[in-house]
């Protein structure tokens, strides 16, 4: 009993420190322009500067999804339509040659 409570009091002494050390702030990503959530303590962001603001103007990125969710779809369309096309000959062949099969069960138990 007093081994084990001699562990647990241990644990607790050494958990708070290394979870301490985890929660660190990384500085790099303070500093970063590619997250817009992230705080950092840079100067303000010019208006007209498009190369820093793309990142973070939402509107903008909803309708470049948008457009881009259009694109997929319209391929992935594509592709399936082009998919059922090259398969329907041999669908067609494999059908006729299933119904042979079935026929000639039949005919076999006779």
């Known amino acids: 009993m007093r081994v084990l409570l001699t562990i647990l009091v241990a644990l607790f002494v050494v958990m708070p420190a290394h979870f301490a050390q985890a929660q660190e702030a990384n500085p790099e990503l303070l500093k970063t322009d590619e997250f817009c959530t992230t705080p ?44 059922k096309n090259s398969t329907y000959a041999v669908r067609q062949n494999y059908k006729k040659e299933l119904e042979k099969y079935h026929a000639s069960l039949g005919s076999d138990s006779n």
Do not use: G
């Open 40 to 83: 950092r303590e840079v100067e303000d962001i010019a208006p007209n500067d498009n190369k820093r603001w793309k990142y973070c103007d939402i509107n903008m990125r909803q309708f470049e999804y948008r457009e881009r969710y259009k694109e997929l779809q319209k391929r992935l369309t594509t592709r399936s339509e082009n998919f």
